[in-house]
């Protein structure tokens, strides 16, 4: 099984700030790496595929790279709806694809 | 407008079983393969079955694999999940999930969940 590992595991920032957001694969996934966002209560959605292909409606300011085992999500001035909690999946090696622990955002 | 909606879930004691259902609607349900995802109290995601378009092809976690059986009914545009068996540790919320057309397993549509817990 593939090993996601998220890191920070907790941010703190402010509205309006670019933060990055790490994850890391046991082993290689290619480009096959998917981000999800997951605001409280709710379910997650998808963001970020491919590695950096935007989902349809995912706003500009999110964006990702990598390749192999290690990726990045960007998030370019963060607005108040940002504040979720991150969490990558890699869907190269399967069953099972595998999800990381997430990275949660929260507002310093 | 896509839509899955999960149902089914109570609290069941350990040994217990429980079904849950997904009702989807917005989308021309046998065109896509369907997902349950479950997320622990305070926990990452864990996917949990998958099952094709058609039905034929089927996967399972191994924590679940010989106690939860996936199906679908593609006439009714539901989803469900027979769950037996059932452990304390399989205590979560229970969310079904769209596959894409373009890759099996990118989930691109969920449903708010079901919460299922298990204890005595």
């Known amino acids: 099984e593939t090993v996601m590992t998220q890191s920070p595991a907790t941010l703190s920032v402010s509205p309006g700030e670019r933060v990055t957001l790490s994850c890391r694969a046991s082993?290689?996934?290619?480009?096959?790496l998917a981000w999800y966002q997951q605001t409280p209560g709710q379910a997650p959605r998808l963001l970020i595929y491919g590695a950096s292909t935007r989902a349809t409606g995912i706003p500009a300011r999110f964006s990702g790279s990598g390749s192999g085992t290690e990726f990045t999500l960007t998030i370019s001035s963060l607005q108040s709806g940002d504040f979720a909690v991150y969490y990558c999946q890699q869907y190269n090696n399967w069953p099972p694809h595998t999800f990381g622990q997430g990275t949660k955002l929260e507002i310093k | 407008e896509v839509q899955l909606v999960e149902s089914g879930g109570g609290l069941v004691q350990p040994g217990g079983s429980l079904r849950l259902s997904c009702a989807a609607s917005g989308f021309t349900f046998n065109n896509n393969g369907m997902n349950w995802v479950r997320q622990a109290p305070g926990k990452g995601l864990e996917w949990v079955a998958y099952i094709s378009s058609s039905g034929y092809t089927i996967y399972y976690a191994d924590s679940v694999q010989g106690r939860f059986t996936i199906s679908r009914d593609n006439a009714q545009n539901s989803l469900y999940l027979q769950m037996n068996s059932l452990r304390d540790e399989d205590t979560a919320m229970y969310y079904c999930a769209r596959s894409t057309t373009v890759n099996t397993w990118l989930l691109d549509y969920w449903g708010q969940g079901t919460l299922v817990t298990v204890s005595s």
């Open positions: 082993q290689s996934v290619d480009s096959n």
